[in-house]
């Protein structure tokens, strides 16, 4: 196994074990399929990310998170969908 597959998988099991929320997962998988540019990415002032935040806290009290076997079994769909 290579460096580059070990640190994936090593990243791949942090995220398992995260607990996210919708929008989280939303930002993830946005990130995860955008293509590659050369074009830094456009940061959030302070009061985009505080209302982000403020989101996340409001969906996690609500209980709208994903259990590891819901989150592992999206992620590898989104995985499969690129083998195609």
Known sequence: MTMNAVSLNNLWTYIQGLSLTASNRKWLAEKLIEPETNVPPVLQTWEE??????????????????TDEEFNTKCQALIDSFAV
């Open 49 to 66: 990310a505080m209302s982000d935040l403020d989101e996340s806290e409001k969906e996690f009290e609500r209980g709208d998170v994903l």
